[in-house]
């Protein structure tokens, strides 16, 4: 079995079997990293350029080392040290680069659609690493490894997203990814952090946190963006905490354990208090460990691979 697309720009309309497909192979990838040596052959001879033009911790490293850990070969390109600041474009900078002779096109762009665009000029394989608030695939798919190694089925789980959805690319690759894999979604938020009409993708919505933590097996808290402060979604970071906030005193009326899930960066004591963070039912550093593999999958099978136990 193979990916029906040889790029990956979002999670929007794909089917349940190419995400299984993907969930299974980094399964198999997800192994090769507990080895004592963390390499397998499976792309040597190829080329990946991580064409990153917004800071990036997580994404950044785990694509070069799932690139490293498949043996191909990664290049890194940052827009703030490149032509780009004499002014060269999107198109001109990523053609120039695919006319040195290479296969595959990591790009982080703060522009809706860039990765698109690519796919317009280039021959390259194309993987979307977050496109402003569009989407970032790869990141749900990770959040998707993690919640099937706590819940053995997406049917009958409920997932509630906190935070700012409205800018949020996570949330609506998620929306997008946990739909397909038939899991009930709740949006959570201040009203002006909720699109209007968001609730035709099929997700209930909420602005009551108690009442979602009720509900819900899996609490994914979102970054409140504080680089767009200032523009007044809320009074104030406190405020947000307060009404909002994921702590233990509210954690501890559900009668259940909740898995709790951030995608990084945190801002500790706003979206989610240190003691979550850092507690037995948080899985956020096994989201950034499933990361690698979910991106040695996704670039092992857009470059035509299939059956990943016979490459290991
Ligand atoms: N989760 C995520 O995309 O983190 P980075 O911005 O550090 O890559």
Do not use: W
């Amino acid at each position: 079995m193979a990916l029906k697309s040889r790029h990956l720009l979002g999670l929007e309309g794909i089917e349940r079997n190419d995400i299984e497909l993907i969930l299974n192979t980094a399964r198999s990838f997800r192994e090769v990293l507990d080895r004592p040596i963390k390499k397998v052959p499976t792309l040597q001879g190829q080329t990946v350029v991580n064409l990153f033009y917004e800071s990036s911790t997580r994404t950044r490293i785990s694509f070069e080392l799932a690139e490293k850990r498949l043996s191909a070969d990664a290049v890194n390109f940052s827009s703030s040290t490149s032509s780009v600041k004499k002014g060269e474009t999107l198109v001109d900078t990523a053609r120039n680069i695919e006319a040195m002779k290479i296969d595959t096109i990591v790009i982080r762009h703060s522009s809706p659609g860039a990765p698109h665009l690519l796919t317009k000029y280039l021959d390259s394989n194309i993987i979307n690493a977050g496109d402003g608030a569009h989407e970032h695939p790869t990141q749900a798919l990770l959040d998707l490894l993690t919640i099937s190694e706590h819940h053995p089925k997406f049917e009958g789980l409920t997932v509630g997203i906190v935070g700012d959805i409205s800018h949020s690319r996570v949330a609506l690759s998620n929306i997008h990814g946990l739909k397909a894999m038939g899991a009930k979604i709740i949006l959570c938020g201040p009203s002006t952090l909720i699109p209007r009409e968001i609730d035709k993708l099929g997700v209930d919505i909420s602005y009551n946190i108690d009442e979602v933590i009720e509900n819900v097996d899996v609490l994914m808290a979102l970054r409140i963006q504080l680089e767009r402060q200032g523009t007044s979604f809320f009074p104030s970071l406190r405020e947000y905490h307060n009404f909002f906030g994921i702590t233990r005193e509210r954690l501890e009326k559900a009668n259940k354990p909740i898995t709790i899930m951030h995608p990084g960066p945190i801002n500790r004591g706003v979206e989610i208090s240190s003691d979550v963070a850092d507690s037995e039912h948080s899985v956020i550093l096994d989201q950034v460990t499933n990361g690698v593999a979910i991106r040695m999958s996704v670039l092992y099978l857009l470059s035509g691979g299939q059956n990943v136990t016979e490459q290991n």
